[in-house]
């Protein structure tokens, strides 16, 4: 037991920031997310999301995405994950030699038309077939199911309707489920309440959470998450992030926010916050505002400790 939460020796993280996070924002050069991913894999981060192989005409600021894959110094022991949302985008990634793989499915259906264009079945089709194509090279495959806890369209969506979809995806091939909070409508009990649902527990499938902070609940759902034996978690560094399909979506959970927790709970993520924060300086100078993220403008509690009242 490690800081009070049952059975958890390590958490790993999956920075989505160069994607994700850099997504919604004005495009930022080749050159500049090469810059952004070498610095997490200086502070430890050992999954990164690099790129989109997506249509620059639909995602802008993820053009070049073959380009930045070729411009990494690979490091030994870190997975170099791409974002693709058909059976091309899967080709030319895996002509970049990713690591992985993450395709997307909505537990809401008009999020899923809306965002890929397809219906929910032709979605699980989709990724059957880029499971396929992903097999011969032994590329894993991570389905991250979107509106698990909530759709802005449909409202409520039932943790069951989210397993049964689940099971559907392990069905064809997927290596890994991953549960998007992507409205950040969740909340602890409903974190919960799928918890409980999962067929054999988080062990299931390679149980991961992709979390939201848009109304301000990211951090607590995702200690939610850890109390119930959760270790995997998707985040972006400096908090940046959201959907154009989801009206009012907020930026991912801050990578530094649940590195400062864990280092507090003593428990490992290979992480070193304070390299961590300097990718956080980087990346506002890139995207030239301000970061969402509390502790990009705070710093950690240990940088005010033992300073007299101002």
Same mark, same amino acid.
């Given at each position: 037991?490690?800081?009070?939460?049952? $059975?958890?020796?390590?958490?790993?993280?999956?920075?989505?920031?160069?994607?994700?996070?850099?997504?919604? &924002?004005?495009?930022?050069s080749?050159?500049?997310?090469?810059?952004?991913i070498?610095?997490?894999?200086v502070?430890?981060?050992?999954?990164?999301?690099?790129?989109?192989?997506?249509?620059?005409?639909?995602?802008?600021?993820m053009?070049?995405?073959?380009? /930045?894959?070729a411009?990494?110094?690979?490091?030994?022991?870190?997975? %170099?994950?791409?974002?693709?949302?058909?059976?091309?985008?899967?080709?030319?990634?895996?002509?970049?030699?990713?690591? &992985?793989?993450?395709?997307?499915?909505?537990?809401?259906?008009?999020?899923?038309?809306?965002?890929?264009?397809?219906?929910?079945?032709?979605?699980?089709?989709?990724?059957?077939?880029?499971?396929?194509?992903?097999?011969?090279?032994?590329?894993?495959?991570?389905?991250?199911?979107?509106?698990?806890?909530?759709?802005? %369209? &449909?409202? &409520?969506?039932?943790?069951?309707?989210? /397993?049964?979809?689940?099971?559907?995806?392990e069905?064809?091939?997927?290596?890994?489920?991953t549960?998007?909070?992507?409205?950040?409508?969740?909340?602890?009990?409903?974190?919960?309440?799928?918890?409980?649902?999962?067929?054999?527990?988080?062990?299931?499938?390679?149980?991961?959470? =992709? *979390? =939201?902070?848009?109304?301000?609940?990211?951090?607590?759902?995702? %200690?939610?998450?850890?109390? =119930?034996?959760?270790?995997?978690?998707?985040?972006?560094?400096?908090?940046?992030?959201?959907?154009?399909?989801? =009206?009012?979506?907020?930026?991912?959970?801050?990578?530094? $926010?649940?590195?400062?927790? +864990?280092?507090?709970?003593?428990?490992?993520?290979? /992480?070193? *916050?304070?390299?961590? +924060?300097?990718?956080?300086?980087?990346?506002a100078?890139?995207?030239?505002?301000?970061?969402?993220?509390?502790?990009?403008?705070?710093?950690?509690?240990?940088?005010?400790?033992?300073?007299?009242?101002?």
């Open positions: 037991m490690s800081g009070g939460l049952p $059975g958890l020796d390590r958490v790993v993280i999956r920075d989505v920031g160069p994607r994700d996070g850099l997504q919604p &924002e004005a495009p930022v080749v050159e500049d997310r090469i810059r952004l070498e610095a997490l894999v502070a430890g981060l050992t999954r990164i999301e690099v790129a989109a192989f997506v249509s620059p005409k639909a995602v802008p600021a053009a070049g995405a073959a380009d /930045v894959v411009g990494l110094t690979r490091a030994e022991g870190v997975t %170099y994950t791409a974002l693709v949302p058909n059976l091309r985008g899967a080709e030319l990634a895996l002509a970049a030699e990713v690591d &992985e793989l993450t395709v997307t499915i909505s537990a809401s259906a008009t999020y899923n038309r809306r965002n890929v264009k397809m219906s929910i079945d032709e979605s699980v089709d989709a990724i059957g077939s880029i499971t396929t194509l992903a097999g011969p090279a032994a590329v894993p495959v991570d389905a991250v199911i979107s509106c698990c806890f909530g759709s802005p %369209y &449909e409202g &409520e969506i039932s943790p069951t309707d989210v /397993v049964d979809l689940a099971r559907r995806l069905q064809v091939g997927v290596t890994s489920l549960y998007a909070d992507t409205t950040g409508m969740a909340t602890p009990r409903l974190v919960v309440d799928l918890i409980d649902l999962l067929p054999g527990g988080v062990g299931w499938m390679d149980t991961g959470l =992709h *979390l =939201h902070d848009t109304r301000g609940t990211g951090l607590v759902n995702a %200690y939610a998450a850890l109390q =119930h034996g959760v270790a995997r978690f998707d985040t972006a560094v400096g908090g940046l992030g959201g959907s154009p399909f989801a =009206h009012g979506a907020g930026g991912n959970l801050a990578t530094e $926010g649940l590195v400062a927790l +864990l280092d507090d709970l003593s428990v490992p993520t290979g /992480v070193d *916050l304070t390299l961590l +924060l300097d990718a956080t300086d980087l990346l100078t890139l995207v030239d505002r301000p970061l969402p993220s509390p502790l990009a403008h705070h710093g950690p509690r240990t940088r005010i400790a033992g300073r007299g009242q101002e």
